[in-house]
DNA sequence: CTACATGCAAATGCTTTGCAACCTA
DNA sequence: TAGGTTGCAAAGCATTTGCATGTAG
């Protein structure tokens, strides 16, 4: 897979493909890059964000471009969609089977070519969801 | 609706408002910026922001958050689903009635707390689209 | 008048990039 | 050894913010 690219397993694009299968959630760059730092404490953060963008074009991990401005990646490369926390930034996948006919509907009424679609969950997780039912709507003391 | 909220309407805010119903589009605040700044050179970008948001979070306007990286505002407040064109970014509406049960799907098998859902399709705008079936993937002699 | 708004510029946050040294195949 | 890769630092964008001045109500 990457030597038919010309690319090679580095001690550091080996780590940050592992370390990403065994968070086992949907890290940003700068996440993943804390954790590498606890193996590898010299790795740079470009280094991190250069990896992430090869590994995503082989297919071997899935960038992710949700609501809010930073960029989540994902170790699942299947077509699954997210529930994303509005308050926390958290991540999910959410529980529902790829809807595989959707893009059909748009069939001859759209001038547009399509090519995929991206569906995503805004909610509340379970500890954002209480900090909002019990009272105050800000921070906690 | 402003004077409940202790805003005022400046000449600004009015201006952002007309030209982005004008424009029927879905343009980034740069482009907003200079479609206003016809109108009065000396408007500042700080303020075009300030105002999108003011304007989105009293409900007159949307402000898109899609794929890619920059953000978009609309001008129709109504819930509705856009396609964009992942090589030049133009977005339309996506002419497809609002999925209004399927947050109910994930009732029961997910720990968040759903408050809503965005459809975004990708693909070819009708230009891009004749780009690529032409001939070479890059870009054109 | 007075509080909200603006223009300007500096600052921020995330991501990308140039370059010399480094290391994998 | 060759050429992909790294660490570092600087650069790039989109967006936000501090502050003195301007202005709507």
Redesign the interface.
């Known amino acids: 897979m990457l030597e038919k690219n010309n690319l090679r397993m580095t001690r550091q694009r080996k780590l940050i493909l592992e370390i990403l299968h065994k968070m086992g959630t949907h890290p940003s760059a700068d996440e993943l890059y804390d954790a590498v730092r606890m193996h590898l404490p010299r790795i740079s953060l470009g280094t991190v964000y250069r990896n992430l963008e090869i590994l995503s074009e082989l297919g071997q991990i899935q960038k992710l ?1 949700l ?2 401005a930073t960029r989540r990646f994902d170790w699942d490369t299947s077509k699954h969609y997210h ?1 994303r ?2 308050e926390c930034g958290r991540v ?1 996948d ?3 089977a790829p809807l595989q006919k ?2 059909n ?2 069939y001859g ?18 500890k954002c ?1 209480l900090r909002h039912q019990s009272g105050s709507v800000s921070a906690s003391p």
Do not use: N, Y
């Open positions: 471009e609501g809010g529930i926390c509005v999910d959410a529980p529902l959707i893009e509907e748009l009424s759209t001038v547009f070519t399509i090519i995929g679609h991206r569906l995503e969950f805004t909610g509340f997780c379970p969801s």
